[in-house]
T-cell receptor, first 111, second 113 residues
Framework: GQSLEQPSEVTAVEGAIVQINCTYQTSGFYGLSWYQQHDGGAPTFLSYNALDGLEETGRFSSFLSRSDSYGYLLLQELQMKDSASYFCAALNAGNNRKLIWGLGTSLAVNP | SQTIHQWPATLVQPVGSPLSLECTVEGTSNPNLYWYRQAAGRGLQLLFYSVGIGQISSEVPQNLSASRPQDRQFILSSKKLLLSDSGFYLC????????????FGDGTRLSIL
């Protein structure tokens, strides 16, 4: 079957660095996306890795290793507003461009 | 730039009533369109997707249906709502024929009484 695994909860303090891992098992893998969702809000797109390596966007970076079927989201200089759920999603092959979603990681940033 | 509009933001409906949620996308042509549902504290469940006008694929058999009457309009409907239809409904789009990521509307929070 197709699935993504990520930790259910992560806790960190302001100013720290946190890494949220995601392992995937899919057929026809194209790339890995990361989304942030605050309570009551819609998911917002953070990053997308189609190639192996690190993609950096401000305080957030995302990494992909196709050979290991593994990726991670790295959040630096954590702020209270980063408290949210983070989802990894694998882009699937085919004309429909479906995303296979992980169940999300709830990040709590404490003072 | 592209924008996605979804309405209403919240909706309270009695069991057995009909449903119509609408989603429109601006600033792009022939997008891929998606309807998701998210139960409280859970992940996203893909309900329907569409790669073109009149082309609808269903992921989960249920009492919901979707239609795409225009290129950038996607509608989620039901003839008779069930209690289990409560949830957070999200419309999303991506660039047609590409591997570009999906972008979401603000969602509709549906409560069935």
């Amino acid at each position: 079957g197709q699935s993504l695994e990520q930790p259910s909860e992560v806790t960190a303090v302001e100013g720290a660095i946190v890494q949220i891992n995601c392992t995937y098992q899919t057929s026809g893998f194209y790339g890995l996306s990361w989304y942030q969702q605050h309570d009551g809000g819609a998911p917002t797109f953070l990053s997308y890795n189609a190639l192996d390596g690190l993609e950096e966007t401000g305080r957030f970076s995302s990494f992909l290793s196709r050979s290991d079927s593994y990726g991670y989201l790295l959040l630096q200089e954590l702020q209270m507003k980063d408290s949210a759920s983070y989802f990894c999603a694998a882009l699937n092959a085919g004309n429909n461009r479906k995303l296979i979603w992980g169940l999300g990681t709830s990040l709590a940033v404490n003072p | 730039s592209q924008t996605i509009h979804q309405w209403p933001a919240t909706l309270v409906q009695p069991v057995g009533s009909p449903l119509s949620l609408e989603c429109t996308v601006e600033g792009t042509s022939n997008p891929n369109l998606y309807w998701y549902r998210q139960a409280a504290g859970r992940g996203l469940q893909l309900l329907f997707y569409s790669v073109g006008i009149g082309q609808i694929s269903s992921e989960v058999p249920q009492n919901l249906s979707a239609s795409r009457p225009q290129d950038r309009q996607f509608i989620l409907s039901s003839k008779k709502l069930l209690l289990s239809d409560s949830g957070f409904y999200l419309c999303a789009w991506s660039v047609g024929g590409s591997n570009q990521p999906q972008h979401f509307g603000d969602g509709t929070r549906l409560s069935i009484l």
